[in-house]
């Protein structure tokens, strides 16, 4: 995996300066630790599998250069594994529009597959998709598809590994995938609602071929400190940090994933004056900003704010998000020192944003005009931007059981080909 990201800046000038076909993964634009790491695992599958491949594999980060300091665990995880940020490939490094235009690009999206409006034209460049939300689009023949509703793509990316010829997995990989399933699932305690036996699976299985890698609560921990690690983010930062969007015909509304206790973040220095020149800068006519910590056994508590200047639009959203019954949020109000915010408990603590999302979609669809759908971030400015808004999907991939998984990683241990005789 080191020589391959090393390598992938290299091979990636050399192909454009050939004009040789270039295939790029990459992860949403929220470009989380599981968007990075499934988009670098799968690319480096890809490379070592692909026969007598023509392409460049490059895995590409869905965000600027600039925002990977943001990124606090992702950039703590790849530190410890010797990937320097230097060999990484970022959006605002590729002219994905002009490789297609030539074409030259094929794209495999991995942990989204609804794409952004501005990103369109490069509908016909996806050739993959790998995500684990639940499906919006049908996509028909050949764009391959694996949605499966797991608690991380990077579960799904190790399943794909885990199927493919003996030896490609190697240790930086596999701690990569570990250590990002762990994260996402919140070191698979069930008490969170996101882990599902598959991600179960795949961590034993990854421990299993790789008995060195760290204990599940040291891997955790360190990567949870990172992440909650906001240490000298400004307001602006902060919101940007794990940021979606979701808009009509009308109206941008910012979701932002907060990493601090809600009361704490409404007490800061020049809140107020911070959320609305947030909002004025890229057109939001509101933000809802929500929170999550953990107990000692992985319990989660979440809280809500919902901001908004316009106060037909905030009761609006705030109603919804009181009266949603699918799921119910349970929501209790808190006090705010400020006017023009609303602060919430939510109850229903399993209830995480990809739950509230639908919710706050379906409250815009009833102002007015057809709720659109789910961006992740206004798409960073690049020589050209990338991908499309509808992204169908159709023809599922049949999903992979542990079983399964197990029986091949066993066979893997032992030397044997898939599919041999035991």
């Not at 040291?218 to 940007?240: C, H, I, N, S, Y």
């Amino acid at each position: 995996m080191e020589r391959f990201v090393a390598g992938s800046r290299a091979v990636l000038q050399d192909h454009v300066r050939q004009q040789r076909e270039i295939h790029v993964v990459m992860g949403n634009e929220a470009c989380d630790l599981d968007s990075t790491v499934s988009a670098l695992a799968l690319a480096y599958f890809l490379a070592q599998t692909a026969p007598a491949p023509k392409a460049a594999f490059v895995p590409v980060l869905n965000i600027p250069r600039a925002d990977l300091a943001l990124r606090t665990e992702t950039t703590f995880l790849l530190r410890e594994r010797g990937i320097p940020a230097a060999s990484l490939v970022f959006r605002d490094e590729i002219d994905l529009g002009g490789l297609h235009h030539a074409g030259l690009l094929s794209l495999t999206l991995v942990d989204h597959h609804v794409l952004p409006g501005a990103d369109a034209a490069l509908e016909e460049a996806v050739v993959e998709v790998v995500d684990h939300r639940p499906l919006e689009r049908d996509r028909g023949a050949p764009c391959r598809v694996t949605v499966e509703p797991v608690g991380s793509c990077a579960t799904l990316v190790t399943e794909r590994i885990l199927q493919g010829p003996p030896g490609v997995l190697d240790a930086t990989t596999a701690t990569l995938l570990h250590g990002t399933i762990l994260l996402d699932c919140i070191n698979l305690s069930p008490a969170a609602g996101k882990v599902t036996p598959r991600d179960v699976a795949c961590v034993s299985l990854l421990e299993e071929r790789f008995p060195e890698l760290p204990a599940r609560d040291a891997v955790f921990g360190a990567l949870q400190a990172a992440k909650f690690d906001v240490t000298g983010l400004t307001t602006e930062q902060m919101l940007r940090k794990d940021l979606k969007v979701i808009s009509n015909d009308e109206a941008l509304i910012g979701i932002s994933g907060v990493f601090e206790d809600l009361e704490t973040f409404l007490l800061r220095p020049g809140l107020l004056q911070d959320l609305e020149a947030f909002c004025q800068a890229r057109g939001y006519a509101g933000l809802v900003a929500m929170t999550v910590s953990f107990n000692q056994r992985h319990e989660p508590t979440r809280k809500l704010a919902v901001y908004s200047a316009q106060e037909p639009l905030r009761s609006t959203l705030c109603r919804a998000l009181e009266e949603a019954t699918t799921p119910p949020l349970l929501l209790r109000p808190l006090p705010s020192p400020w006017p023009c915010v609303a602060a919430y408990a939510q109850g229903n603590a399993v209830a995480a944003r990809k739950k509230v999302l639908p919710i706050l979609r379906a409250a815009l669809g009833g102002l007015g005009a057809a709720g659109g759908p789910e961006e992740e971030v206004a798409p960073p400015p690049t020589p050209m931007n990338s991908l499309v808004e509808e992204c169908p999907l159709a023809q599922a991939v049949p999903p992979l059981c542990p079983q399964d998984v197990l029986e091949r990683v066993s066979r893997i241990a032992v030397g044997q080909p898939p599919g041999s005789p035991k």
